[in-house]
Structures are given as C-alpha cells and as structure tokens.
C-alpha cells in the first residue's frame, strides 16, 4: 500500500471515529510511541527517541486540552494533574535517558484507556439494555440535574 493511500485510509478513520474511538485513537498512539521510545533508547537512537517522546507529549497535551473541567468536576481536575505529570516525567525520561520513566508513564497510559474502554463498554451495554425495555442509564447533565438518554 502507498503511503498516499495509507495517509487517506488513516483521515478517513479519524473523520468517522466516534469521540470515545477518538479517545482510544490517541491512547494508543501514545502508548504505542513510548513502546518504540523504549526501543530507541535501548538501541541509543536518541533523535528518535526524542521525536517519540515529543509526539506522546502532544496526545497527553490533546488529551488534556479535552478536559472538560466544568462537567468533568473533580475527575477532570485529577486527569488534568496525572497528565501534567506524565508530561514532566517524560521530560526527565528523555532529558535523563531514563527508561524507567518511560516505562511508568507507558503504564498510567495503559491503565487510563482500559478504565475508559470499560466505562465506554458499560455505557454502550446500558444503552443497549434500555432499547429492550430495561432501565435505561441516568446521565448527569451539565447543570447537575439528571436525564435519561439514548445516546453518548
């Protein structure tokens, strides 16, 4: 495949992914960089790694710039404080050819998108219940109050 047809393939995946996909997108492109940073430093390509590191800083920083502080509450404020520290440690990691760092942030990483996944799945379960008469799931509205809703 040509990467003229690869590079198309990819936009038409980001312009129809749904934002949980979105969401999903980016961990693993983050966590995917920081996998082969690891590589790159064991092998002392340190162009390489510094470009990988650069680019999982830029999803984290996505991904924080998503945060929705008025809605998110709380959680959004603890996001906020995880990813200014996962952005500082990759710092270190790279500034320090720490693998370490590498190795802990890939783990926070790791362990953000499969609670989202599962949150994701449950939702989607929940909604699928409510088409088949259940209870639906009550969502919290912006304001606090609750409704019920049929979709994300």
């Known amino acids: 495949m040509s990467a003229a047809y690869f590079n198309q393939y990819l936009a038409n995946q980001v312009n129809t992914a749904s934002p ?4 999903m997108m980016l961990y693993n492109g983050a966590i995917r960089f920081l996998t082969e940073a690891e590589c790159a430093m064991k092998e002392g390509h340190v ?4 470009e990988l590191i650069g680019k999982s800083i830029s999803i984290i920083n996505e991904l924080d710039g998503t945060l929705n502080h008025d809605i998110g509450g709380q959680i959004a404020t603890n996001l906020d404080a995880l990813y200014t520290h996962m952005n500082r440690e990759l710092l270190l990691a790279n ?3 720490d693998s370490a760092r590498l190795t802990q942030v ?5 362990g953000l998108r499969d ?3 599962q949150a ?3 939702v989607h ?3 699928v219940a409510g088409g088949n008469g259940k209870k639906r799931p009550v969502l919290e509205d912006a304001d606090g109050s609750q409704s019920r809703s049929a979709s994300l």
């Open 120 to 122: 994701i799945e449950q």
């Open 47 to 50: 162009a390489r790694r510094c």
């Open 20 to 23: 949980e996909e979105l969401m």
């Open 125 to 127: 379960a929940e909604l």
């Open 115 to 117: 609670t989202w996944m």
């Open 95 to 97: 500034l320090k050819d």
């Open 106 to 110: 890939k783990q926070l990483l790791i």
